[in-house]
């Protein structure tokens, strides 16, 4: 069983453009209400997340009128035409212009070509927005046509420029050129079809050439993803086009072995993780002794169990680095105490997983009242597990699970836009590594009462290798994280900033177990745990080429680096005892 999915699957620039602007909107201006011509994008369930963040679409002349002068209104990336845009301003609206610099692109050629007394062919779909945008800057010299059939509707006699919708079926408006060329030889004619929509076109019909089965991820009311649709079909398998992962026709893709997944250009991608989460799985490896080991590695991923043993993992690494003995003691405290800080957290602040459907979701709903014993039990034990340290190590740990839980709950009322610790940008990023590092690093050094320049090292260690994996992760969230209002490091520094800080922490961690073994402050253990590093570098290169990961595998594969130090520990004892070697 494979899932392929399309590298194009999703926002394309002029949508995504269009959809910061107005996130960034939300974020700097003190507007209450911010209003798009028209919904921002063609799918539902977006239009409907936006809304809850104060971003109203007005879709009628009547919605128009109602609105207060002074207003923020933004023109999505459509496009709208000259009269249009001068009736808005003669409202007195502040208009902010998301227009996609391609449309942009084809409303000057229009423009000019009216202007030289050309009569401008739209092909497109006559009642899509674009299209009444694109005519407007016709002035009056424009028709559109949306099949082969309609080229008789052209008047004779005429000079003719040649453009199309830039979401136009590419094998569409090239048999209607042709057409054109042949009636009309001295007709101008421009391929005005977006490079985004031609890479998504040319990859869903090679995807579902290869594939038994595609799956189309999208509005039922975008034109670009049904046609994409379309396309798929073409090839003569099975296609089907679905707005969320609740409409796959699971009976249908039954005996499909390999499923193809793209995703039209107003699809965001946590909507496409759901589906590609859901198909994995359903469908991969559900039989057999790999099947149940696979199912055993979602559920653990699902319920943190995954993260917190990887925690303890992490606790044994730190306690072997400063020469003290690993104990199950550190390992229990370290996972009890992720687990119940991350299962806490998610329980209070479930709204935003709700919001835009978490693979994590059906199993918090269903569970939740277990969820929440558990992890109560769970902070029990970690604290338990750390008096018997002695004061100090039960303190800290008092300390990081009062503010751990404070760390979700508002602490101030309604209508502040810092009401909850977590709402100071970037904390989140910063905070969990923090309290990583002291739980898993220096509890066993104060339990030992032997603070040496290796638990810096340590703490570091553990630290920076759960800073990268929290921002790896946060990166590719990005997207949603700006729809849903989460202040990470990704949304407010921007992704290439945070790449950079990425490397930079990498680079540090690779250096510093380098010198910590020359400098003997630590055994060489630390040289192989350069591994688990590299590992999550790797993450972050691919994501940075665009590789794409569903949510629950990407947070899998990244939770995975904690379980590679624990390897990079067992081949150091392994190499020490058996080999007599370091
Ligand atoms: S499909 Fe192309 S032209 Fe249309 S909004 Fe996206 S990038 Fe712009």
């Given at each position: 069983?494979?899932?392929?999915v399309?590298?194009?699957a999703g926002f394309?620039?002029?949508?995504?453009?269009?959809?910061?602007?107005?996130?960034?909107?939300?974020?700097?201006?003190?507007?209450?209400?911010?209003?798009?011509?028209?919904?921002?994008?063609?799918?539902?369930?977006?239009?409907?997340?936006?809304?809850?963040?104060?971003?109203?679409?007005?879709?009628?002349?009547?919605?128009?009128?109602?609105?207060?002068?002074?207003?923020?209104?933004?023109?999505?990336?459509?496009?709208?035409?000259?009269?249009?845009?001068?009736?808005?301003?003669?409202?007195?609206?502040?208009?902010?212009?998301?227009?996609?610099?391609?449309?942009?692109?084809?409303?000057?050629?229009?423009?000019?070509?009216?202007?030289?007394?050309?009569?401008?062919?739209?092909?497109?779909?006559?009642?899509?927005?674009?299209?009444?945008?694109?005519?407007?800057?016709?002035?009056?010299?424009?028709?559109?046509?949306?099949?082969?059939?309609?080229?008789?509707?052209?008047?004779?006699?005429?000079?003719?420029?040649?453009?199309?919708?830039?979401?136009?079926?590419?094998?569409?408006?090239?048999?209607?050129?042709?057409?054109?060329?042949?009636?009309?030889?001295?007709?101008?004619?421009?391929?005005?079809?977006?490079?985004?929509?031609?890479?998504?076109?040319?990859?869903?019909?090679?995807?579902?050439?290869?594939?038994?089965?595609?799956?189309?991820?999208?509005?039922?009311?975008?034109?670009?993803?049904?046609?994409?649709?379309?396309?798929?079909?073409?090839?003569?398998?099975?296609?089907?086009?679905?707005?969320?992962?609740?409409?796959?026709?699971?009976?249908?893709?039954?005996?499909?072995?390999?499923?193809?997944?793209?995703?039209?250009?107003?699809?965001p991608n946590w909507?496409i993780e759901?589906?590609i989460d859901?198909?994995?799985?359903?469908?991969?490896?559900?039989?057999?002794?790999?099947?149940?080991?696979?199912?055993?590695?979602?559920?653990?991923?699902?319920?943190?169990?995954?993260?917190?043993?990887?925690?303890?993992?992490?606790?044994?690494?730190?306690?072997?680095?400063?020469?003290?003995?690993?104990?199950?003691?550190?390992?229990?405290?370290?996972?009890?105490?992720?687990?119940?800080?991350?299962?806490?957290?998610?329980?209070?602040?479930?709204?935003?997983?709700?919001?835009i459907?978490s693979f994590?979701?059906?199993?918090?709903?269903?569970?939740?009242?277990?969820?929440?014993?558990?992890?109560?039990?769970?902070?029990?034990?970690?604290?338990?597990?750390?008096?018997?340290?002695?004061?100090?190590?039960?303190?800290?740990?008092?300390?990081?699970?009062?503010?751990?839980?404070?760390?979700?709950?508002?602490?101030?009322?309604?209508?502040?836009?810092?009401?909850?610790?977590?709402?100071?940008?970037?904390?989140?990023n910063?905070?969990?590594?923090?309290?990583?590092?002291?739980?898993?690093?220096?509890?066993?050094?104060?339990?030992?009462?032997?603070?040496?320049?290796?638990?810096?090292?340590?703490?570091?260690?553990?630290?920076?290798?759960?800073?990268l994996r929290f921002v790896i992760s946060d990166l590719q969230d990005l997207q949603s994280d700006k729809?849903?209002?989460k202040?990470t490091l990704p949304v407010?520094?921007?992704p290439?900033?945070t790449l950079?800080?990425v490397?930079?922490?990498?680079?540090?961690?690779?250096?510093?177990?380098?010198?910590?073994?020359?400098?003997?402050?630590?055994?060489?253990?630390?040289?192989?745990?350069?591994?688990?590093?590299?590992?999550l570098?790797i993450c972050s290169y691919l994501y940075d080429r665009k590789r794409y990961y569903a949510g629950l595998t990407k947070e899998g594969l990244l939770e995975?680096?904690?379980?590679?130090?624990?390897?990079?520990?067992?081949?150091?004892?392994?190499?020490?005892?058996?080999?007599?070697?370091?």
């Amino acid at each position: 069983m494979a899932v392929k999915v399309a590298p194009s699957a999703g926002f394309c620039m002029g949508v995504k453009r269009a959809v910061d602007l107005v996130l960034d909107l939300t974020r700097f201006k003190t507007e209450e209400k911010i209003y798009t011509y028209g919904p921002l994008i063609h799918n539902p369930q977006t239009v409907e997340l936006l809304k809850r963040r104060g971003i109203v679409s007005i879709n009628d002349y009547e919605e128009l009128e109602k609105l207060p002068p002074g207003s923020l209104l933004v023109i999505r990336a459509h496009g709208i035409s000259p009269e249009e845009r001068q009736g808005l301003k003669k409202r007195g609206l502040k208009i902010v212009d998301a227009t996609c610099p391609r449309v942009g692109r084809v409303q000057a050629i229009i423009k000019k070509h009216a202007h030289q007394g050309y009569l401008v062919v739209i092909v497109g779909n006559k009642t899509h927005p674009e299209i009444a945008g694109l005519m407007g800057h016709a002035g009056g010299k424009g028709i559109v046509i949306s099949n082969i059939g309609e080229l008789s509707k052209i008047p004779p006699g005429q000079r003719l420029c040649v453009v199309s919708q830039t979401t136009q079926n590419h094998a569409e408006y090239e048999k209607i050129t042709e057409e054109i060329k042949k009636r009309y030889p001295e007709a101008v004619i421009f391929d005005t079809i977006c490079d985004s929509t031609h890479e998504r076109q040319r990859e869903v019909a090679q995807l579902a050439q290869e594939m038994d089965a595609t799956i189309i991820v999208g509005g039922k009311n975008s034109a670009n993803t049904r046609h994409l649709a379309t396309i798929a079909a073409g090839a003569g398998k099975p296609t089907y086009h679905v707005e969320t992962a609740d409409e796959i026709p699971w009976d249908n893709i039954k005996q499909a072995e390999n499923i193809g997944i793209s995703a039209g250009a107003s699809t965001p991608n946590w909507i496409i993780e759901r589906v590609i989460d859901e198909i994995m799985e359903r469908k991969t490896l559900q039989k057999g002794l790999k099947g149940g080991l696979f199912r055993l590695w979602v559920w653990a991923v699902k319920t943190e169990l995954y993260a917190a043993c990887g925690a303890g993992i992490l606790s044994l690494v730190a306690s072997s680095l400063q020469g003290i003995k690993p104990s199950l003691n550190h390992f229990l405290l370290s996972t009890f105490f992720v687990f119940s800080m991350h299962t806490l957290n998610r329980l209070i602040d479930h709204r935003d997983s709700t919001i835009i459907g978490s693979f994590r979701e059906g199993l918090y709903q269903e569970y939740k009242h277990f969820l929440l014993i558990l992890s109560l039990l769970s902070m029990a034990a970690a604290l338990f597990l750390s008096s018997t340290g002695g004061l100090l190590p039960l303190t800290l740990t008092t300390l990081l699970l009062a503010s751990g839980l404070l760390y979700s709950i508002p602490l101030f009322p309604k209508g502040r836009k810092f009401r909850r610790l977590k709402d100071i940008p970037g904390s989140k990023n910063l905070a969990t590594p923090l309290a990583w590092g002291l739980v898993a690093a220096l509890i066993p050094a104060l339990n030992e009462n032997a603070i040496t320049p290796a638990t810096f090292v340590a703490f570091f260690f553990v630290s920076g290798l759960s800073f990268l994996r929290f921002v790896i992760s946060d990166l590719q969230d990005l997207q949603s994280d700006k729809f849903i209002g989460k202040e990470t490091l990704p949304v407010l520094l921007g992704p290439r900033v945070t790449l950079k800080i990425v490397n930079l922490v990498a680079f540090v961690l690779v250096v510093l177990p380098v010198v910590a073994f020359q400098m003997a402050w630590t055994s060489g253990l630390a040289l192989f745990l350069i591994l688990p590093v590299f590992y999550l570098w790797i993450c972050s290169y691919l994501y940075d080429r665009k590789r794409y990961y569903a949510g629950l595998t990407k947070e899998g594969l990244l939770e995975t680096a904690y379980y590679l130090a624990g390897l990079g520990q067992g081949i150091w004892i392994w190499w020490i005892h058996i080999k007599g070697k370091f």
